[in-house]
């Protein structure tokens, strides 16, 4: 986690806070849209889909996969890869908390 020191806090913050750094750049976010669109693919297809070189897309990949976010197989020279569904809702649910844990007082400012 770079300066910080992790041991510091619990699994779960450690968690959320590896999901939260996948989700912060665009293109990963573009490449989870298409694998949610389209179920799996080849690639291939996210070159052809993003613009982005197969280097860079394979980068993404890896930092998708690395996190459980996405799995994929190899079939011969194809990779294909489609969303974890399981690890999914366990993210979605992590987010999902964290959220909910602020109060909803309408109308009521903090500062």
């Given amino acids: 986690m770079g300066v910080t020191k992790s041991d510091l806090f619990t699994e779960k913050q450690n968690e959320l806070a590896k999901a939260a750094k996948v ?3 665009p293109a990963r976010i ?4 298409y694998l949610i669109q389209s179920t799996t693919c080849i690639n291939g297809d996210l070159v052809q889909e993003l613009g982005l070189a197969q280097a860079t897309i394979s980068q993404h990949l ?3 996969k690395e996190i459980g976010l996405i799995k994929g197989s190899i079939e011969g020279v194809s990779v294909c890869y489609c969303i974890d569904p399981t690890k999914w809702v366990e993210v979605q649910q992590q987010f999902s908390s964290l ?11 903090c500062c």
């Avoid at 573009?30 to 849209?33: C, G, K, P, V």
């Avoid at 909910?100 to 109308?107: E, N």
């Fill in 30 to 33: 573009a490449i989870l849209e």
């Fill in 62 to 64: 890896r930092e998708l």
């Fill in 99 to 109: 959220f909910a844990g602020f109060p909803k007082i309408a109308g009521k400012d």
């Fill in 23 to 25: 989700f912060a750049h």
